[in-house]
C-alpha cells in the first residue's frame, strides 16, 4: 500500500471510505448483484498527527476487498462496477435477462465473466450503457421500459424508474433500502473496517 495510507489510522480510514462500505455492504451480502459508483482517485483526509493523507483507489480496492470492474477511468475518478459473483451469475443466468442480452449483442450463453467483458468493452466506447440496470438488480421490464421510452409508472420517492406494474420494483426498492440501512446501522456500531465487514458477512451467513 501507499505510505500514505499506512499513516491513517483505521478511524479515519473507516470515516473516509463510509459511502463506499455502506453502498456495497448489499452487493458484499448478495442483495444486490452489483453496485454502480464513482470512486475518486484520492480520498483526501488529516491523521491523528495532524498531517494531510490521501488514499489511491488502487488502496481502496484493497480495503474493501470485494469484485470490481472500472467501466470509465477519467481525471480523477473512475466509475466502478461492484459486484457479487454468486448474485451476478444468477441473475445473468435468468433465462429472460439472458435472452435480452444476447439480443442485445452480448455473448450467447456467455459466462460471468464474459458478459462483464462486453459490458467493459461497451462502456469504454460509448456513454454508460443502460443494460448495466441489469447487472446492478434492476427489475428487467424497467430497463426495458427507460431504453423503449415507455412512459414511466408514477413512484413516489423511488430509487429508480419504474414501468409497468410497480409491485416487483416496489419488493425490490425496499429489500434494497432495508439491506442499506441495517449497513449503516451496523457502520455505526463497529469499531474498524475488518469488523464492519466480520458483521456484514455474518448477517450474509445467518
Same mark, same amino acid.
Given at each position: ?5 499506512? +499513516? $491513517? !489510522?483505521?478511524?479515519?480510514? /473507516? ?5 463506499? #462500505? &455502506? ?41 474493501? +476487498? $470485494? !469484485?470490481?470492474?472500472?467501466? /470509465? ?5 473512475? #466509475? &466502478? ?126
Amino acid at each position: 500500500m501507499d505510505g500514505n495510507t499506512e +499513516r $491513517i !489510522d483505521e478511524f479515519h480510514r /473507516k470515516e473516509l471510505l463510509r459511502f463506499l #462500505l &455502506v453502498k456495497t455492504a448489499t452487493v458484499r451480502r448478495g442483495i444486490k448483484p452489483g453496485e454502480l459508483l464513482r470512486v475518486r482517485h484520492c480520498y483526501e483526509g488529516v491523521n491523528a498527527d495532524g498531517l494531510r493523507v490521501c488514499l489511491h483507489r488502487s488502496d481502496i480496492y484493497s480495503i474493501l +476487498r $470485494i !469484485d470490481y470492474v472500472e467501466l /470509465k477511468v477519467e481525471d480523477g475518478s473512475s #466509475l &466502478v462496477l461492484f459486484y457479487n459473483r454468486t448474485a451476478l451469475s444468477r441473475t445473468l443466468a435468468d433465462a429472460r435477462s439472458r435472452r435480452w442480452l444476447e439480443r442485445l449483442g452480448y455473448p450467447v450463453g456467455g459466462s460471468c465473466d464474459a458478459m462483464l467483458a462486453e459490458l467493459c468493452r461497451r462502456a469504454s466506447v460509448e456513454l454508460i450503457p443502460h443494460e448495466v440496470g441489469v447487472f446492478i438488480g434492476y427489475p428487467l421490464k424497467d430497463v426495458v421500459g427507460f431504453m423503449r421510452h415507455i412512459p414511466a409508472t408514477p413512484v413516489h420517492r423511488g430509487a429508480w424508474r419504474v414501468y409497468g406494474d410497480a409491485e416487483e420494483s416496489l419488493r425490490r426498492m425496499r429489500l434494497y433500502g432495508r439491506a442499506e440501512a441495517d449497513a449503516s446501522a451496523a457502520f455505526e456500531r463497529a469499531d474498524g473496517i475488518d469488523e464492519f465487514i466480520e458483521m456484514i458477512s455474518l448477517k450474509r451467513a445467518s
